[in-house]
């Protein structure tokens, strides 16, 4: 019975620091702390595969999830890393092919309710409940877009700074020489998520720490957010 309600207590903390979760009360945000049903994933465990049907809204309380998908070579790579808050759906397209997973990068607590209980729970909400959950979403796939679409004729050095970007948003703390990283990503980890190869990725990084936008703090990176968007006429939101 302690260590059930420890488990809540600590839950509604972690939903109580979500900003994508704001728009509930605090005693809406208790309540979905009582009602979760938590799981807890090791990597590389799949949370959830593109063939599941979306019957529950899934929250990332702790650790870090990815998206993972198959390219045109067949192999298995990044495409999103997923601070804790609401787990995105995967889109309703005919993308078999890709196998879009969600995996836990880090060990992940992983809460889940059914959305006819979250429409109970946010009971002042119901109406708008699904699509503010859902708002994340649309974010999320926003990002991707920008990182992957050929169509803006974004290059290798424009993709890889809205990336540091998307990182620095994600997992970033402010600190006097730009954002800190909380985490640390590998060059190859950073390839997938742009689509190029490690030794390319590389090398603009280190263009970055030339031209003073990326600092390297033993395994961290701290990125130069407001400089990095100047420099490259990026905006990030």
């Given amino acids: 019975m302690n260590e059930s309600r420890s488990s809540r207590a600590s839950d509604l903390i972690r939903l109580s620091q979500i900003e994508a979760l704001s728009w509930l009360s605090a005693a809406e945000l208790g309540l979905l702390a009582g009602a979760l049903t938590s799981t807890t994933f090791r990597p590389p465990q799949t949370i959830f595969r593109q063939t599941a049907r979306a019957a529950d809204a899934h929250i990332l309380l702790r650790g870090i999830a990815r998206i993972t998908c198959r390219n045109g070579r067949r192999e298995r790579v990044t495409v999103a890393m997923l601070a804790p808050g609401p787990i995105p759906d995967f889109p309703l397209m005919p993308l078999g092919r890709f196998d879009l997973r969600c995996e836990a990068y880090k060990d992940c ?42 169509f803006l004729n974004l290059d290798l050095h424009q993709r890889i700074a809205l990336t540091l970007l998307e990182l620095s948003s994600a997992f970033g703390v402010k600190e006097s020489r730009g954002t800190l990283l909380r985490e640390s990503f590998s060059h190859q980890e950073i390839a997938e998520l742009v689509g190029a190869s490690r030794p390319r990725v590389t090398e603009h990084l280190a263009q970055f720490e030339r031209e003073h936008l990326l600092i390297r703090q033993g395994r961290q990176l701290i990125v130069c957010v407001d400089e990095i968007g100047a420099a490259q006429k990026l905006a990030y939101n």
């Fill in 109 to 150: 607590r992983v809460g889940s309710l059914g959305w006819e209980a979250f429409e109970d729970i946010a009971i002042h909400n119901a109406d708008s409940a699904f699509q503010k959950f859902h708002e994340n979403d649309l974010q999320q796939w926003y990002r991707l877009l920008l990182r992957n679409s050929g």
